[in-house]
């Protein structure tokens, strides 16, 4: 016989405050990879409307006690199932029909009524300054974000900063914040909200401050507190313009008192690195900038008058006697240095035939050759075998050996 699940009831909604609730069992779903339960009613806030789910415990009778790691809502039907983690051997701990006690993570409830709350309230306060209307809002582990549609023009630092501060003189009031519940949108439309009604069915209006003239009044499914001040803290990170809106990252209670903290600390760490308060850190990172720009030159300069005096040094030595096979060592310049001066080595018309510069501190060996050589087939030959990687093209080749003792043997093959 088939199970009829009725509609759960969403306790959640009448009693926000309840964290601890009793429900009974009406069916249990495995579909081999999670386990799913369903009751009659629940403090389970399924996923939805831009805010996460709640998460805790479910504890039986007999006190065992399992994870609810997701809880989503079949909008159709209107049943909210609960993800529990449960050892396979304890899943006869639950039965259906047995009464359960259902226990929320408390502080992740809190978190998430904080931001969501506090997304009314900054919301309004764009609203209430700028008009607009928003977009988007989204829930994230870092941050939350809404989207202020203002008709492809940005929002400015100011204005940003003004309704940040809005937001906060909305909080410090501790204004009511009112749930009414209409059984229709027609009922529901006597409601001075923001953007209209598009639900059927019951529609529940979230208001904040005084019914006549809101701070901001619309249809939400959320969990909210009783009164902005317990939202305690909104606080905008940075705002960016996304697809032709305004994109506002921002932090509420917990979670941006946390984020102040941690971004003090960052800058206190940043401003004893350059010996700086807030006044003059960002003179001293120019001084610095500049400093570096300057050492960045001296240091371009350098390497070529080495280049040029390596260059000379090594030409007069082949045109004393031009060698089929030269090799020479360097400690002081990168490889990339190396490779330019070999390019300018072998454009002289005493080059050798096969030329090797090798990099000491890396054990990099650079092939040249006149092109009576294979350098790419030298590293292949030789190199591999003793440890090396790399290779290259008939005229250069790049072989990067493990050890001194590799660069030697691989040097020494390239003399026969
Ligand atoms: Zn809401």
């Known amino acids: ?80 199932s609960h993800t529990i983690e449960i050892d396979p051997s304890e899943t006869d701990a639950l039965q259906v029909g047995m009464t359960v006690t259902q226990k929320l993570n408390e502080d992740r409830r809190r978190v998430n009524t904080q931001r969501h709350t506090g997304e009314h ?27 202020m549609d203002y008709d492809g023009k940005k929002l400015t630092e100011e204005q940003v900063r003004a309704a940040e501060k809005l937001a906060n003189e909305v909080i410090w009031a501790n204004l009511p914040v009112t749930v009414s519940t209409f059984p229709n949108r027609e009922e ?57 809106m305004n994109r506002i990252y921002f932090e509420c209670g917990d979670r941006a008192l946390e984020s ?15 010996s700086a308060g807030s006044h003059d850190l960002l003179q001293k990172m120019d001084i610095r900038d500049e400093k570096e720009a300057e050492l960045r ?21 082949l ?28 454009e002289d018309e005493a080059a050798p035939a096969l030329m090797a510069l090798v990099h000491r501190p890396s054990h990099t060996v650079l092939l040249f050759s006149d092109g009576s050589r ?15 990687r790399g290779g290259g093209r008939p005229d250069q080749a790049r072989a990067l050996m493990p050890n001194e003792d590799a660069v030697e043997k691989f040097i020494e093959s390239l003399k026969e």
Do not use: W
């Open 260 to 274: 102040m903290q941690s971004d003090d600390t960052l800058l206190r760490s940043v401003q004893e690195r350059f």
């Open 121 to 147: 309230i900054l919301t309004g306060a764009f609203i209430q300054l700028f008009g607009g209307a928003n977009k988007g809002f989204h829930m994230g582990g870092e941050y939350v974000t809404i989207d």
């Open 319 to 346: 045109h004393r006697d031009t060698p089929d096979f030269y090799q020479d060592s360097f400690t002081l310049v990168s490889p990339d240095d190396l490779l330019k001066l070999g390019f300018a080595i072998m």
């Open 374 to 388: 294979n350098c790419g087939a030298l590293v292949k030959e030789h190199a591999k075998s003793l440890g090396g």
């Open 297 to 317: 030159q001296d240091c371009t300069g350098l390497r070529q008058y080495y280049r040029d005096r390596e260059m000379a040094r090594i030409t007069s030595l």
């Open 188 to 244: 529901a439309s006597v409601m001075p909200t923001r953007k209209p009604v598009t639900q059927d069915g019951e529609i529940t209006i979230v208001t904040i401050g005084d019914l006549a003239s809101p701070h901001d009044c619309v249809a939400c499914c959320g969990t909210h507190f009783h009164r902005t001040g317990e939202v305690g803290l909104i606080r905008i990170h940075k705002f960016e313009p996304n697809k032709g």
């Open 1 to 80: 016989m088939q199970e009829v699940i009725m509609t759960t009831e969403k306790y959640y909604q009448h009693d926000v405050d309840c964290h601890e609730l009793n429900g009974r069992i009406e069916a249990i779903q495995n579909d081999g990879k999670s386990t799913r339960i369903i009751m009659d009613r629940t403090v389970f806030f399924p996923t939805g409307g831009g805010q996460p789910c709640d998460t805790g415990t479910i504890v039986t009778p007999d006190g065992t006690s399992v994870s609810v790691v997701d809880v989503q809502e079949d909008k159709e039907s209107g049943i909210i």
